[in-house]
């Protein structure tokens, strides 16, 4: 990806300035992990800087002294040897979940900030996503119905309020789209949310609602949900996950990674019911907690605003959810559900027992 925009040359200098002040912002060493064009442009970018390089590493095993760039390579098993400040970067085009393995031998090995390249690019995705502003259109939640929500005014929960206390606590909401729901839970006067949005247009559009209810105690962060440990700085209360796990090829990695990190969860989405459309495609994969047969589902790509950003989705049938958040040490409740053509959407609070 970041090898087809060097091509354009307008492009890739902008993308050098966004990538240099990301990288400057991280005020640390980069070792990147990587030797694949992907890495050869973060290191064009980076030379003749005063960025400090800690090396180069590469997952896949070699005989040898390679060297990239000029720099010797080394074999990933050598990142036990940075420093905690230093920050790993896994210079890769592919989306977060499919580095998962990648991501959790690094983690293994070092106890660095581990972030994904197209972190770095953030900036440049947004300037390039929002060049048409022709698709600056707002979906049914919020502006589609012709209405400017005021507080109190009208309800844009999606579409019950859980019943939690958001009151002082900080928030992360995962996927929040166009803040329909960030709208609800700002009402609540919560200490402090964080919206994690992968899509810029999206990220866009919150940045809209955000200056138009002058929200202070707000952070919106562009990323990938998967990541959030490594993205997100504030300790936090509530996880409010709606509408988001079910978009996610990885909604076990995703969910141990809310329960890691929090107490209380806000789950809400569809699960793999009698309800389902028919003739979906199974697919069986093995957890330390048991063996679960998903649902599996193509997303639709990044045209639709609302899906997931990788190619397909794998859906957890209720009871298996159940059992998986038991496994981990948390209790599941349900407070409401509805069925919609795709099939059964549940809402629940889970808690740390
Ligand atoms: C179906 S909408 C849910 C919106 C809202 N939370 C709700 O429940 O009504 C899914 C949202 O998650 C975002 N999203 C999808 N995959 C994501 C990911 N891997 N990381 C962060 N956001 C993601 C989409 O861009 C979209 O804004």
């Given at each position: 990806m970041i090898g087809d925009l060097k091509k354009s040359q307008i492009d890739w200098r902008q993308i050098k300035r966004c990538v240099l002040a990301e990288c400057k912002k991280l005020d640390a060493r980069i070792a990147v992990v990587g030797t694949k064009e992907s890495a050869s442009c973060l290191l064009d970018i980076i030379a003749d800087t005063d960025i400090p390089l800690a090396g180069i590493y590469e997952?896949?095993?070699?005989?040898?002294?390679?060297?990239f760039h000029g720099h010797p390579v080394h074999p990933l098993n050598e990142l036990s040897q940075l420093k905690p400040e230093d920050v790993v970067v896994i210079a890769s085009s592919a989306e977060a979940t499919q580095l998962y393995d990648t991501f959790m031998r690094i983690r293994s090995l070092c106890p660095c900030r581990v972030i994904h390249l197209k972190t770095l690019l953030r900036t440049f995705s947004l300037i390039d996503e929002l060049k048409d502003p022709l698709k600056f259109e707002f979906d049914h939640f919020l502006f589609g119905n012709g209405l400017?929500?005021?507080?109190?005014?009208?309800s844009y929960w999606h579409p019950v309020p859980?019943?939690?206390?958001?009151?002082?606590?900080?928030?992360?909401?995962?996927?929040?789209?166009?803040?329909?729901?960030?709208?609800?839970?700002?009402?609540?006067?919560?200490?402090?949310v964080i919206?994690?949005?992968?899509?810029?247009?999206?990220?866009?559009?919150?940045?809209?609602?955000?200056?138009?209810?002058?929200?202070?105690?707000?952070?919106?962060?562009?990323?990938?949900?998967?990541?959030?440990?490594?993205?997100?700085?504030?300790?936090?209360?509530?996880?409010?996950?709606?509408?988001?796990?079910?978009h996610s090829?990885?909604?076990?990695?995703?969910?141990?990674n809310c329960m890691e990190q929090c107490d209380t969860i806000v789950l809400c989405g569809h699960v793999a019911s009698e309800h389902s459309p028919s003739g979906q495609q199974k697919r069986q994969v093995t957890l330390a907690s048991g063996t679960y047969d998903f649902e599996v589902?193509?997303?639709?790509?990044?045209?639709?605003?609302?899906?997931?950003?990788?190619?397909?989705?794998?859906w957890f049938k209720e009871e298996d959810l159940i059992h998986f958040l038991d496994y981990h040490g948390f209790r599941f409740k349900k407070y409401s559900e509805h069925v919609n053509p795709l099939g059964l959407w549940m809402m629940s609070v889970v808690t740390r027992k």
């Open positions: 997952r896949v095993e070699f005989n040898g002294k390679p060297q400017l929500p005021l507080s109190g005014e009208s859980p019943d939690v206390d958001f009151r002082d606590k900080t928030v992360l909401e995962l996927g929040p789209f166009e803040g329909h729901d960030t709208v609800m839970i700002l009402d609540q006067k919560p200490k402090k919206g994690l949005e992968a899509r810029p247009l999206n990220y866009a559009k919150i940045s809209v609602m955000r200056s138009l209810y002058n929200w202070q105690n707000y952070e919106l962060l562009l990323g990938d949900m998967h990541l959030f440990p490594q993205l997100v700085k504030d300790k936090i209360d509530i996880i409010f996950c709606a509408g988001v796990f079910y090829d990885k909604p076990w990695w995703l969910l141990e589902y193509p997303e639709c790509g990044w045209e639709d605003g609302l899906s997931g950003v990788t190619s397909e989705s794998l």
